[in-house]
């Protein structure tokens, strides 16, 4: 060994610099920036730039300058489908955040059965949302769905039929698919709160309820920003199961933006204007999200801790 060598209290070379290591780390994000640039980033040029032309879907594409947005933003009926896609998003997010905290931090449980309830919860996820809709759409008709086999007259009500109910249902089966993944969501984040904590609150006497609102949901802070930001985003392209359940009504009552760009983009062969809204899409998802991190604050301390 070289009398310059570095070395340690003990006698031992010293570690290696750890230049030559964060110099390869950057290129480590090379494939996922490929991907990204390839699968995300060059399809929303795209369909911005096609929002300033006129095609058809097969014919030549000719540019038409701000016709297609003037089409859209002049429309009627964009402020209706925007206020439905938002309702959507209100709606989903108040019923299934609630619901998926509580069974995230029942499910954090350390029983044995627990676990198999886990799995159990979380096949509603694993299903096709088209599949979904058309098992629902079966299980609520009126004259032979459940409530027609079954002799219940609550359940015979004309579900997809009604303005209200058609909503409400179009609410209920999204929840029913996806609380079970913000659940998991929540079980994490609840492991991951210190033990400590809660031996301290139950040595001064706090029961369950005041430990879940002392401890539990403040600790899930960042967790809730996740899951609403991933709900709030995702609701916005709320396609398949309301096509296949609804396919926008009646009337327009479930009318959403995501729906009506494949009324004007595949029915009406308008792909200027679907392009439009796409992009009216990304823009009110990008806000959302933005917002949502505005909400979770600055603080990365409490988010570490938690795990979110």
Known sequence: MSAFAPTTRRGAPAPASGGARSGVLPWLAVPALVLFV????????????LSFTSWDGLGVITVSGFTSWRAVLTDPGL????????????????????ASILIGVFLAGRQRYRAVLAVVFFIPLLLSQAAIAIAYKALLDPNFGLGAGLHIGLLTQDWLGEPVLAFSTVIFVVSWQFIPFHSLIYQGGVRQIPRAMYEAAEMDGAGRVRKFFSIT????????????????????TF???????????????????????????FQANLMGPASAIAVILVLVGLVMALLLRRLGGRDNSASQLEGA
């Open 38 to 49: 390839a699968f995300a980033v060059i399809p929303l040029i795209g369909v911005l730039v």
């Open 79 to 98: 402020p209706h489908a925007l206020w439905v896609t938002f309702l959507v998003m209100a709606v989903s997010w108040a019923f299934q955040t609630p």
């Open 217 to 236: 949901l403040p600790q899930l802070k960042y967790t809730i920003i996740t899951s609403s930001t991933l709900m709030v985003v995702g609701s916005l």
């Open 239 to 265: 396609f398949d199961l309301i096509f296949v359940l609804t396919a926008g009504g009646p009337g327009d009552a479930t009318r959403v933006l995501a729906l009506d760009m494949y009324k004007r983009g």
